[in-house]
C-alpha cells in the first residue's frame, strides 16, 4: 500500500506518542477526573546512553547478526557494538528439521546469547525492536532508545497469509494455529514436532511458498523426514507436497529420486500447484494443478522481508512501482543505496543480480554477509574504502533416517565481465552417509563461528 508521506509521518508519530505512553506510564485513561493541565507524552527513555565510543547497533541476533556482532569485536576493537533481539536464547532454523524426528537433540539447536555476547565482548540486549528513525539515527524499542552511527539489520523473513486470505483475520489466525510453517525461530517449531508425533494417520498438504523463499531444499528435506518417522512408526500416512514451481529445486534429481526409491507411497510430488484459494476451516486447498483435501497441512505462507525493513523503508520497488517485498541493498556491500552506514543482511535482502536474482535465503550466507559487513563497517571506521568481499554457499539436506544419508547443493560467485554477479551451482545428487557427516562438521563450525570468542 503507498502511504502519502505526510500521513506516514503523523501515524509513526502517533505510534511513537503511544510508545512513549507505555514505556514512561504517561497516564492516557479515558473517563478519568478532568486533567489539571494538558497532557504531554514523555520522550521515550534512553536504553543505553552513549558513551564517547562510536556504536554499531545490529537488530536480530540470528545467523546475519550473531556474526556480525561477533566479528566486528574482532574487525574493529574500537567501536562498541550491541545486538538487540526479541528471544531470550537462539534457535537455529538450519538442523531444525532434524531434530523433528529426534535425529539431533534441542541442545543441538539452542544457544546462550548471553554467553556468545560475553565471549565475544558485545553488549545483548533481549528487547522488541519497534521503530527505526534513520533521520535521528535511533532505534526504538520496548525497552527505550538507542542511538547508533552504524546500523545492520538481520531481521529474517515475516511471513505473510494475506496473499491467500486478504484481510480475514479469522482465517489467517486460524491457519498460523492449526498449520504454521515453523520457519522462524518460534514456538512454532514444538507445535509441529507435537504434530508429527501424534499423528495418527490420513493426508498431510505441505504447500511450498512461491519464490524466492527460505531455504528453498528445506521443505523437501522435511518431507523426507516425515515419510521416514511415518515409515518407521507404521503410521499410515500421505503427505502432498503443493509446489508453485514446475520442478522440485535445488537438487531436484537427488529428491525426485529419493521420493521414489524410499517414498514411493508415502510422498507425491504436484508440480505447479501455486494456491489459487485455501478453506483452513473445510480444509480443502484449491491450486493451479486441482483440489486437494487434507486432515492436516503444513502451510507455508508468502515470504518477505522482515517487518523491521519495512520499517526501515528500504523494501526496493519494481518498475511499476510496487514493492518487491525484500530490501534494495548494494549487491555486495549490502548497504542502503541513500547510506552507506545503514546495512540489511541475511534473508531480508532482495535481488542482487540480473542472472540468478537473489542469493539463496540461507544461514550460511547470512554468516557469510555478516562476515563482509563486519570487514565493510571496520574499514569505514578508519576512514578507508570497503573492499568487497565474494560469499558462497552450502547447504546439506538429510533424506533418510535409516542409514542417515544427504544430499547438498553448492553455490559459488564471481563478478562478471559486464559487472554483475554470477552464480555457479553444483547439485551432489547422490545420496551418501559422507554427506550427512559433512553436514553436522559444518554446522558445528557454524556455530563455533557465530558464538565463540
Ligand atoms: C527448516 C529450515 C531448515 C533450514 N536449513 C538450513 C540449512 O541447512 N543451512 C542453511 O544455511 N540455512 C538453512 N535454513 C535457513 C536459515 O535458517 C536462514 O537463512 C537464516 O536463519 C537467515 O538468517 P537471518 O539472520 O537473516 O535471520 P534469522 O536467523 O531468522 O534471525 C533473525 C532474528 O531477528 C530477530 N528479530 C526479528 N524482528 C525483530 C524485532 N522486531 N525485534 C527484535 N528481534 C527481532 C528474530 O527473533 C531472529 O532471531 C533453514 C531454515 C529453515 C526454516
Redesign the pocket.
Known amino acids: 500500500m503507498n502511504v502519502p508521506h505526510d500521513m506516514h509521518e503523523s501515524s509513526s508519530n502517533r505510534r511513537r506518542i503511544l510508545q512513549a505512553a507505555a514505556a514512561g506510564g504517561v497516564a492516557l485513561v479515558a473517563g478519568c477526573a478532568a486533567p489539571q493541565a494538558p497532557m504531554v507524552a514523555k520522550a521515550a527513555p534512553e536504553l543505553m546512553p552513549k558513551g564517547s565510543k562510536r556504536r554499531v547497533v545490529v537488530?536480530?541476533?540470528?545467523?546475519?547478526?550473531l556474526t556480525v556482532s561477533r566479528y566486528l569485536r574482532q574487525t574493529a576493537p574500537d567501536l562498541e557494538v550491541v545486538m538487540?533481539?526479541?528471544?531470550p536464547i537462539?534457535w537455529?532454523?538450519?538442523?531444525?528439521?532434524k531434530w523433528l524426528v529426534d535425529v539431533v537433540d534441542t541442545q543441538f539447536l539452542v544457544h546462550s546469547y548471553t554467553d556468545a555476547a560475553r565471549r565475544a565482548g558485545y553488549t545483548y540486549v533481549q528487547?522488541?525492536?519497534?521503530e527505526v528513525d534513520r533521520d535521528k539515527r535511533r532505534v526504538h524499542t520496548a525497552q527505550g532508545t538507542i542511538d547508533y552511527d552504524w546500523l545492520v539489520v538481520?531481521?529474517?523473513?515475516r511471513v505473510s497469509y494475506e496473499p491467500w486470505f486478504g484481510n480475514d483475520r479469522a482465517a489467517i489466525s486460524h491457519t498460523v494455529r492449526q498449520y504454521s510453517s515453523?520457519?522462524?525461530?518460534s514456538a512454532e517449531h514444538l507445535a509441529l514436532k507435537q504434530k508429527i508425533k501424534s499423528f495418527k494417520g490420513g493426508t498431510i498438504v505441505m504447500t511450498l511458498p512461491p519464490p524466492p523463499h527460505?531455504?528453498p531444499p528445506?521443505p523437501y528435506?522435511?518431507a523426507c523426514l516425515m515419510a521416514a518417522h511415518f515409515q518407521r512408526n507404521k503410521v499410515p500416512a500421505k503427505i502432498i507436497i503443493l509446489d508453485p514451481k514446475p520442478r522440485i529445486a535445488p537438487i531436484g534429481p537427488g529428491y525426485k529420486q529419493v521420493f521414489e526409491d524410499l517414498y514411493p507411497d508415502i510422498i507425491t510430488h504436484v508440480p505447479n500447484a501455486g494456491v489459487q484459494s485455501l478453506d483452513p476451516f473445510a480444509r480443502v486447498v484449491k491450486t493451479a494443478a486441482g483440489e486437494f483435501r487434507f486432515d492436516d497441512a503444513i502451510f507455508m505462507g508468502h515470504h518477505q522481508a522482515?517487518?523491521?525493513v519495512w520499517k526501515l523503508g528500504a523494501i526496493g520497488r519494481t518498475a511499476e512501482g510496487k514493492p518487491t517485498n525484500w530490501a534494495a541493498v548494494h549487491p555486495q556491500f549490502y548497504n542502503l543505496k541513500d547510506d552507506p552506514q545503514v546495512f540489511v543482511?541475511?534473508?531480508?535482502v532482495g535481488a542482487v543480480s540480473p542472472q540468478f536474482g537473489h542469493y539463496p535465503?540461507?544461514?550460511?550466507?547470512?554468516n557469510r554477509m555478516g562476515r563482509s559487513v563486519a570487514q565493510y563497517i571496520a574499514q569505514q571506521s578508519k576512514g578507508q574504502a570497503p573492499t568487497p568481499v565474494l560469499i558462497d554457499?552450502?547447504?546439506?539436506?538429510l533424506v533418510n533416517l535409516d542409514p542417515l544419508e544427504a544430499i547438498s547443493v553448492q553455490f559459488d560467485y564471481k563478478m562478471g565481465p559486464e559487472g554483475h554477479l554470477l552464480q555457479t551451482q553444483i547439485d551432489d545428487n547422490d545420496r551418501s552417509r559422507k554427506l550427512w557427516e559433512e553436514?553436522l562438521r559444518w554446522y558445528g563450525l557454524a556455530v563455533q563461528d557465530m558464538t565463540s570468542g
Open positions: 537488530l536480530g541476533g540470528g545467523w546475519g547478526g538487540l533481539e526479541r528471544n537462539f537455529s532454523c538450519p538442523l531444525s528439521n528487547t522488541e525492536v519497534t538481520s531481521a529474517g523473513i515453523a520457519y522462524v525461530p527460505r531455504c528445506s528435506e522435511r522482515a517487518d523491521l543482511i541475511g534473508d531480508s535465503k540461507s544461514g550460511h550466507v547470512a554457499n552450502l547447504c546439506y539436506m553436514d
